[in-house]
């Protein structure tokens, strides 16, 4: 299975108070946000190949992507999240399932994507979303700006999707796959999202 992570956003939420430059870019223990994405994906066993969805937003972001020699770089024209999508699973002409992933994970690890790909294979839906209940987000003390109710449960989507790139311009009736832990519930949108990652990579060492 390809995957395409989404890398194009501003990132109005993180760069306030002085803060200023592009959020993949932002250093976490010294390594750019999106790199742990990146090496995630790479370090996968379901996935063949890994594009990068960027934005005019994102020019360094862009340039420095273009030192991977194994990863594909589609400049999107800037029409938000699912007009970007969509046209950087066209460019990359993929006509099969398709990961889908935000840039801002970096807690993620190859198992857990190798865990989401196999419960897609084993699912007749077309698409398939990875959300997190919102108890863990609040234990966390994130804020998310999306909370869905399923079956009288609140949860949260997280930025992992799979999709039939083959249907990429319908509407695709999906599985929500509801996961606990927090690799997929932390998602850095602020500065306190960063630093919360940041205590958690030193407690797990």
């Known amino acids: 299975m390809h995957a395409v992570v989404m890398a194009g956003g501003v990132g109005s939420r993180f760069f306030t108070n002085g803060w200023s430059g592009e959020k993949p870019m932002v250093k976490l223990r010294g390594a750019p946000l999106i790199t742990y994405v990146i090496d995630t994906l790479m370090r996968s066993r379901s996935i063949d190949r890994i594009f990068v969805v960027t934005s005019p937003s994102v020019p360094r972001t862009k340039e420095y992507l273009e030192g991977y020699d194994n990863v594909g770089v589609i400049p999107a024209p800037g029409l938000g999240y699912v ?78 999707n799979i999709l039939d790139g083959s249907l990429i311009d319908e509407e695709q009736s999906d599985f929500n796959l509801i996961l606990d832990e ?22 797990q060492g």
Do not use: W
Request: net charge negative.
């Open 83 to 160: 007009g970007d999508m969509v046209h950087g699973i066209r460019a990359a002409q993929i006509c099969s399932p398709v990961l889908v992933v935000m840039s801002d994970l970096p807690l993620v690890t190859p198992e857990l994507i190798d865990r989401v790909v196999a419960i897609y294979d084993q699912r007749d839906e077309p698409a398939l979303s990875v959300h997190t209940p919102l108890s863990v987000c609040t234990k966390l003390g994130q804020r998310p700006t999306t909370v869905f109710n399923r079956d009288c449960e609140l949860i949260v989507p997280c930025g992992i």
């Open 182 to 203: 927090i690799e997929v519930a932390l998602n850095v949108n602020t500065v306190e999202d960063l630093l919360r990652c940041e205590r958690i990579m030193q407690e």
